[in-house]
């Protein structure tokens, strides 16, 4: 479906850097609005961190390797661009295991949510307090999210659709760590709420700074509602829809072509490539899409950018079947269907945040599961369905990418080591017992830290959304189309369209529809 080598031609409307999701969402509009269009992407096929692909040797499943749930895609993008790809919502919001026990969220049984509320921290308190938090951050979500598709307000303008002093000022003015102890009493409740602001961010929950707070904001706000759900066919399916839309409305799309230079008088971009097929060139552009981070622009551009730091460490598992847990009230199909916290109190994230800012892996490192295959079997073969097996995916927070500078393969092992431990630790039976073979009779577990994320998929420093995350209203009072759509790059031709966008972080191809938006404005 894409062709490897060179560009067919020496000049177009728009070239898109990098085939990412976001860069095929901007292709796809462009190309539907008549420009011509080329993506170049350096891998050998498209999508960039939203692919699936069977990780482990002779078994069949298709892994979200990387990427895994789906929040912050608008409606709009898949209708406007006829994309064969759903969602599923998941009932089970999540499961945090807590001495012989555990808290249970259950989005279909507020009932047995208040009973788990009450077992967990001895009264209702902090279950009234949660419903409170969170009708907050639903209504913040129906008024935030359709603005991440229209010119990027102002911070006045944004304030007057949020319409709430108290929200305002909980999420856009003081660190999250305050509200979050003036609501609730409970440490494990805390930290449940918390881990929305610092998956994926090296922070805690007290930076004066706000980025806990910015990252907060785009976990609860997704789809309006702020449901996290699991891609139907995985998050491939979701590139390849993608990539069928961006080739029938006529974009062209080449692999095994990286991007080594561009050059911009403000009105045509030259780029040099180098093809594994062809060699190398250069192809001109009236715009250029970058769908890669503001640090790699800097870099094809040849300017002084600092590297950002990622933070996460991300294990795949394929299991013969899902391990028994300590707490026998749950059943694991129950607890790991939704997002399982490991390690996740307030007092456990600050204090594995303070030893990895000190420079040591934490002791006992804090991370979140899921099990895909509980909502969504078709990842797998019907013979392994059938054989009960199931994927984990879990995503470990608190690990930056300076930690891995001295020994990165033994810091990694003893990195996943110690989490394997923390989940092990909640479990009736050691995860080691459940885990499937691969064809060589290799255990099916895969670990990714920033370093590999970084030299696998590009991304700088291992960073998962480019670069921090800013708040989604416009500091700047340019009306040129870049700053009016949150792109803006500093040269008047080339926008950011990934998650280094104003409004690009996660798997939501905003950025991609925003600078398509501001090249047709332009």
Not at 112 to 121: A, I, P, Q, W, Y
Not at 226 to 234: A, E, L, R, T
Request: hydrophobic share 40%.
């Amino acid at each position: 479906m894409t062709s490897s080598g060179g560009p067919a031609h020496g000049s177009y409307d728009v070239v898109v850097v990098g085939g990412g999701h976001n860069g095929l969402v901007a292709a796809a509009y462009l190309a539907r609005a008549g420009r011509s269009v080329l993506v170049v992407e350096r891998n050998s096929h498209t999508g960039g961190a939203a692919v699936s692909e069977k990780v482990f040797e002779g078994v069949d499943a298709r892994l979200s390797r990387y990427s895994y749930l789906v929040s912050l895609l608008p409606d709009r993008i898949v209708r406007d661009l006829g994309l064969r790809f759903a969602t599923r919502r998941r009932r089970i919001s999540s499961y945090t295991p807590v001495g012989d026990g555990g808290l249970l969220v259950d989005g279909g049984s507020e009932s047995g949510t208040r009973e788990s509320f009450v077992r967990v921290t001895g009264s209702d308190r902090d279950f009234r307090a949660w419903q409170s938090f969170y009708g907050t951050t639903a209504r913040l979500a129906e008024r935030v999210f359709p603005t991440l598709t229209e010119p990027l307000p102002t911070r006045t303008e944004l304030e007057a659709v949020v319409d709430d002093s108290a929200a305002w000022e909980a999420i856009f003015e003081r660190p999250l760590g305050v509200s979050v102890e003036e609501a609730f009493t409970d440490d494990t409740v805390r930290g449940i709420v918390l881990t929305d602001a610092l998956i994926g961010t090296f922070t805690h929950a007290h930076d004066p700074t706000l980025l806990q707070n910015r990252c907060f904001l785009y976990h609860v706000i997704g789809g309006g509602t702020g449901d996290w759900n699991v891609p139907i066919g995985g998050m491939g399916a979701l590139t390849d829809a993608l990539l069928r839309s961006a080739r029938h409305a006529g974009a062209a799309v080449v692999t095994d072509c990286t991007i080594t230079g561009i050059e911009t008088d403000g009105d045509t971009a030259q780029l040099a490539y180098d093809s594994t097929r062809c060699g190398t060139g250069t192809v001109t552009a009236r715009h250029v899409l970058v769908n890669a981070a503001p640090y790699e622009l800097a870099r094809m551009m040849g300017e002084e950018r600092t590297k950002p730091e990622g933070a996460q460490l991300k294990i795949n598992m394929l299991l013969r079947h899902l391990p028994t847990l300590r707490d026998r009230s749950v059943d694991s199909r129950t607890a790991f269907a939704g997002t399982f916290h490991i390690g996740e109190s307030a007092t456990q994230l600050d204090q594995a945040y303070r030893e990895a800012a000190a420079g040591r892996i934490p002791a006992a490192p804090p991370s979140e599961i899921y099990c895909h295959t509980l909502t969504d079997p078709s990842i797998l073969s019907m013979d392994l369905q059938e054989q009960g097996m199931h994927t984990l995916t879990l995503f470990g927070l608190h690990t930056p990418a300076r930690l891995f500078a001295d020994d990165p393969l033994e810091v990694k092992q003893k990195l996943v080591d110690a989490t394997l431990a923390q989940l092990d630790s909640v479990l009736a039976e050691p995860i080691s017992d459940c885990l499937a073979y691969d064809a060589n009779g290799r255990p099916c577990l895969e670990a990714r830290t920033p370093v590999e994320l970084e030299a696998e998929i590009g991304l700088p420093g291992g960073h998962i959304f480019h670069a921090d995350l800013a708040f989604p209203y416009r500091k700047g009072e340019g009306e040129d189309p870049g700053t009016r759509w949150g792109v803006a790059t500093g040269h008047r031709n080339i926008f950011l369209c990934g998650a280094g966008a104003v409004r690009g972080g996660g798997v939501s191809g905003i950025g991609g529809h925003n600078a398509a938006m501001a090249v047709l404005e332009s």
